[in-house]
């Protein structure tokens, strides 16, 4: 379907704009329409196209109110409208349930159906990755090290900057920390690290992801410590915790709530309070071994729950909720 948009993008309401949308629909003869948004023209089209014929609408997204509260009651009533229209809800954690609930959707048209990875990708057994994660970590200097990993684009908003600092500030020489990507903050966290060149952190490039379990697998903590709004939930924990890693993550992180339990799976810092990283990445960091394979355990039973199948059976929940179905 052409996007015939002057200026096309997700940046703005009319950047999708797919006039063909509703004739493919009504050619198709859906029994239900799934939506993951209604941010732009192409969303409302489909929305209302299927009001208008009677046509079953559900909704996925994973927005939360964790760090910035409800938003202005003009933006509550329009949410609230539109959340009226959909016969089904999935949320994909706690966190994502919370907002729905507060924005008016009652908990008989909200279902659960997480956010998951491939977690056969993702697999610890896997001797190719078990192999290359060796190889990493023999290459890097890491042997006998307890490693922390960070994974993912270097933007501000994941602080992969306040996490450097945090590590420079705490770590021992039995530590290492390294960052996996690419992103606008990368010349200044190498130039950071060469401050303190007695410190043990290496860079590795962007991997793709048939690297990464290899990337997961070099690590003894995956670090996500991003702030705000933004994390709506962070797959990369998914990934860390099917290859049996704890994570640390800030409690703005979006699956923080489900996923890692300060003490059980990981370690969880408010965000709000500026030394709470240096303190809980200390803490993590001085984590004895046995207690490491106890959180590593606990990781490998919670993730189970967290897997295209359960995905699919929270869809079909949703599905069969619909009148006559």
Not at 241 to 267: F, I, K, N, Y
Not at 311 to 318: I, N, Y
Request: proline share 6%.
């Amino acid at each position: 379907m052409p996007n015939v948009s002057r200026d096309p993008g997700t940046q703005h309401f009319c950047g999708l704009d797919n006039p063909a949308l509703t004739a493919r629909l009504a050619a198709w003869q859906p029994t239900a329409v799934l939506l993951f948004g209604y941010n732009w023209l192409s969303h409302q089209r489909a929305l209302w196209w299927a009001r208008w014929h009677r046509v079953p609408l559900l909704l996925r997204g994973d927005s939360h109110l964790l760090g910035r509260g409800l938003p202005a009651w003009p933006v509550r009533l329009v949410l609230r409208f539109l959340f009226h229209q959909f016969a089904a809800l999935t949320c994909v954690g706690a966190a994502n349930r919370a907002y729905f609930r507060a924005l008016g959707v009652p908990d008989s048209r909200i279902f659960f159906a997480p956010h998951s990875v491939n977690h056969e990708h993702f697999n610890p057994a896997d001797p190719a990755a078990q192999l290359a994660a060796a190889t990493l970590r023999t290459q890097l200097g890491l042997i006998g090290k307890r490693v922390v990993l960070f994974a993912g684009k270097f933007l501000a908003r994941k602080q992969p900057a306040e996490l450097l600092r945090a590590f420079l500030a705490v770590a021992s020489t039995n530590d290492a920390l390294v960052f996996v990507g690419d992103g606008p903050a990368r010349a200044g966290l190498i130039a950071l690290a060469n401050t303190r060149p007695d410190a043990l952190v290496r860079f590795l490039p962007f991997a793709n992801q048939s690297e990464m379990p290899a990337c997961y697998l070099l690590a003894d903590i995956f670090a996500l410590p991003s702030r705000g709004c933004y994390e709506t939930w962070g797959l990369a924990v998914n990934e860390a915790m099917h290859l049996g890693v704890p994570c640390l993550v800030s409690d703005l992180v979006g699956c923080q709530q489900d996923l890692v339990r300060a003490g059980e799976t990981g370690w969880v810092f408010p965000a709000d309070e500026s030394a709470a990283l240096a303190a809980t990445l200390h803490a993590a960091l001085q984590t004895s071994s046995g207690e490491m394979s106890r959180l590593r355990a606990n990781v490998t039973a919670i993730i189970r729950g967290y897997t295209y199948e359960q995905t699919t059976a929270g869809l079909l929940q949703a599905l069969a909720s619909f009148p006559g179905r």
